[in-house]
């Protein structure tokens, strides 16, 4: 793909160098990354007709030109979709993992601005009056600073730490996907876990640890279930996409996707939906420690829904595609866990609930090939 940036005529070389170093840091190995992950549910995918590639190839032929097509279009997404396809639905209105990641999020996100902000180090600035786990320290540039970023020593974090039954350690910045984070528990840990952690990343985030309410713990008492809701700040008004429920299993402390948790999609009555996926497209029926899902309704749902829609509307000058991932506190309180400000999966979000942006997916794409410089940057590189 590659190939296809092109100097313009008469581009001077300096910007056609940016242009191109652009497109491999930010987007080449996004299409990389998720061509690679495809291969792993295949086992999970069913053949397309030749009428359903008709239909696909239609509908983008609208959006991309000749062999463009060809390249960016990647059957073996819509196989793997297709296995979830509900009778109302147009299998063309699923998005591609590879053409999402790489042009439609890095177009609402753009991760060149939205990068410096990811840091969970200023979580407590950005979100000062939003329900969070409790900060003991903090370690930033390695400097350690109490929950108010107030100078200390490293000796005055660790033993505030220790006061704690159990804390969580996370990487302060660009972690993902359940890495870069420890539990620690004073009944069973040393304090010196606690040191090496922090000695191996000069950016470190340490809270207490919360606890969820018992409707959650039904299902894996284990992990902080969280629930997963992704917004879209667009034609002016927040648009919530799609709302899960991701859960560990068997034992786990984290729920991640990615680290063999599961997932499920809940209804506007905060419900949990009678199916659940993991990352390769496994259906589970029930959760493997045996809870139904839909004997499970998230507590106080809207409230959950109501403040994505007012923080979105808050960060929409710093991207306009968030995840916001909350706990339900014990009294059935949304707790913010994190927010992906880029590179929010999707996998998980059509499996559960349909294409990403159901009746906006016209709107959307009109948008993103009207306006993504990217975008217009390879469609011009190609016809000239």
Known sequence: MIDFIKPYPGEDELSYW???????REVQYRIDYQNKEILKKLSNAMALTPQEKAEIDAFWGRYLPGCLKESFLDYRFYEFYKTVKKARERLCD??????????????FTDPQHTR?????????????????????FRKIRDSYLDANYRIITQ??????????????????????????VKFWNKSINDKHE????????????????????????????????????????????????????????????????????????????????????????????????????????????????????????????MSRLISWDFAVGESG??????????????????????PIFGDLTEDVLKDVFTNSYTLKSIIKSFKN
């Open 18 to 24: 940016k242009r191109r170093v652009y497109f491999l």
């Open 194 to 317: 606690i040191i090496d952690f922090c000695d191996d990343s000069a950016n470190v985030t340490c809270q207490e640890v919360i606890k969820q309410h018992a409707e959650l713990s039904r299902l894996n008492p284990s992990s902080i279930n969280t629930v997963r809701v992704l917004t879209l700040f667009f034609d002016n008004q927040v648009h919530v996409l799609s709302s899960v429920l991701r859960m560990g299993v068997n034992g786990s402390r984290v729920d991640n996707a990615s680290s063999g948790g599961i997932v499920c999609g809940i209804h506007e009555t905060g419900q949990l939906k009678g199916e659940a996926f993991d990352t390769m497209g496994n259906r589970y029926l029930k959760h493997p420690q045996g809870t139904n899902f839909e004997s499970v309704t998230i507590p106080n749902f809207s409230y959950f829904i109501d403040l994505s829609i007012s923080l979105a509307e808050r960060f929409s000058s």
């Open 116 to 136: 410096p902000f990811d840091d969970k180090n200023l979580y407590d600035v950005y979100f000062h009056d939003v329900p969070q786990p409790k900060t003991i």
């Open 155 to 180: 000796e005055y974090a660790i033993e505030a730490a220790l006061g704690a039954e159990e804390v969580i350690l996370k990487v302060g910045k660009y972690s993902c996907a359940g890495k870069g």
């Open 94 to 107: 699923y998005i591609p993992d590879n053409f999402y990641e790489a042009f439609i999020d890095e177009y």
């Open 333 to 354: 309180e949304p707790i913010l866990i994190e927010f992906n400000i880029s590179h929010g999966q999707l996998d998980f979000h059509q499996l559960c609930n349909g």
